[in-house]
């Protein structure tokens, strides 16, 4: 063993090899590893954000199907309220109408049993004074009586 | 088993210590000689490192990985990580040095899982009689990288904390006194604390990656001396002892010395980054 040339071609072999290390494999090497790393490191992050994103949607979407469902509901009331408003304003319509109708029949019936009871006694005192004059057998005269009359037709 | 048939276990082993050199050396510093097969290894591995990580480099995306750049990436974040958890400040060096170190070495160190006499049997059928395959078993190979690293160490404290402060924490501790005079002599007691271990740095960090890789293949060379008669050796009871005995412990060892590859390796590249991150901190 001795030391001998050997020695100063391998120091210049290293000095090179270490050379074309640093300038053609270490960057070429760490730059795309770095840079995958941020690419990763991106990815992560954007995909935390679709997450919170999503989250969000979901909530705003669960926000709008509540306010929707509130509204149907507020809708739904409504439209009950309001059918039963017509139902008892129909009601009330319709028990006023035939109050009404009632009410005008017995007026009708009323003045139809006043006519009848002013014909019944029109006929009722002429039938009397015919009879009367029958029993005195002569004529009276309907006019001299006609105060008579026309008391004894109320007294009927 | 071996290439040459040699007759004695002694001459197998020592025939795979030697390098495929283009001389003898003279001396322990012989500056003429080289060792072929080392550099040979050393750069092919470096092309294969470089090569598979720059085709990675090449077709990354940020979008969805393929599996090669998945395992690429994977190597590039686990050496990013270690030096962020060492080193805070701003280097544009450091993590690419520490990448190239901790897979370089791997692979260095991987050699040594092949079988010892595999390519030194084929280099021999070319024509080539030695061949050490394992790069890390030289220290000449890890001694270099060492002393890069050293020269970086001394360049990055001097950048850092200016000639002066590195000459600083050299002189001015661990002994410090407020007195001028007594600080002036207490130099010489903090020169020798500090500078050894600072020298002792690029030492222990070669000869440690040496020492492990050059132990392990010699005990996978040990054990391939259990077989050395060859064919030869089947004939008795005790010959096929030896090769089941031989599998068996070889298989052991290889599975233990993945971890090793990839302990020194890793061992290598940290305590780089930590003498690095200690380079530009300032006391």
């Known amino acids: 063993m001795n030391i001998n040339l050997t020695l100063i071609v391998q120091m210049i072999v290293f000095i090179v090899l270490v050379w074309f290390t640093m300038k053609f494999v270490w960057p070429m090497i760490l730059g795309p590893m770095e840079e995958r790393a941020k690419k990763i490191a991106a990815g992560l992050a954007a995909a935390e954000k679709g997450r919170e994103e999503l989250a969000q949607a979901r909530d705003r979407a669960e926000a709008i199907v509540r306010e929707a469902r509130e509204r149907a509901t507020q809708i739904i009331d409504q439209a009950q309220h309001r059918a039963n408003d017509l139902v008892e304003q129909a009601k009330g319509t319709a028990t006023a109408e035939g109050r009404r109708l009632v009410e005008a029949a017995k007026q009708q019936i009323d003045l139809e049993a006043s006519h009848a009871r002013e014909a019944l006694r029109r006929e009722v005192a002429t039938i009397a004074v015919s009879a009367a004059s029958k029993v005195l057998e002569r004529e009276i005269d309907p006019r001299a009586h006609a105060d008579l009359l026309s008391k004894l037709a109320t007294q009927i | ?283």
């Open chain 2, 1 to 283: 088993m071996a290439a040459e048939q040699p007759s004695s276990a002694n001459e197998y082993i020592l025939h795979h210590l030697t390098f495929l050199q283009n001389k003898e050396p003279s001396g322990i510093l012989d500056f003429s000689v080289i060792h072929w097969d080392s550099v040979f290894f050393s750069v092919l591995l470096a092309v294969v490192f470089a090569g598979s990580f720059y085709l990675a480099a090449r077709k990354a995306t940020s979008g969805v990985p393929t599996k090669f750049q998945n395992f690429v990436e994977l190597v590039v974040e686990f050496v990013d990580n270690q030096v962020k958890d060492t080193f805070h400040g701003t280097n544009k060096l450091l993590a690419p040095l520490a990448l190239t170190i901790f897979c370089w070495v791997f692979l260095f160190n991987a050699m040594d899982i092949l079988p010892v006499d595999l390519l030194p049997a084929i280099a021999h059928s070319v024509g080539i009689e030695h061949l050490k395959v394992v790069p890390s078993t030289d220290l000449n190979i890890t001694f270099a990288m060492s002393l890069s690293v050293f020269v970086l160490i001394i360049y990055y404290s001097i950048k850092m904390k200016g000639l002066g402060g590195f000459l600083a924490e050299f002189t001015l501790q661990p002994f410090s006194a407020k007195n001028p005079i007594l600080k002036v002599l207490l130099v010489p007691a903090n020169l020798i604390l500090e500078i050894v271990p600072f020298i002792a740095r690029p030492l222990s960090l070669s000869l440690r990656l040496y020492g492990n890789l050059f132990a392990g293949e010699m005990i996978f060379l040990l054990l391939a001396v259990l077989t050395l008669k060859g064919m030869e050796q089947l004939g008795s009871a005790g010959g096929w002892a030896l090769l089941v005995a031989q599998f068996v412990l070889a298989l052991v060892w290889a599975v233990f010395h993945l971890l090793i590859i990839t302990l020194q390796a890793f061992i290598f590249m940290v305590l780089t980054v930590v003498y690095l991150a200690m380079a530009h901190e300032h006391h």
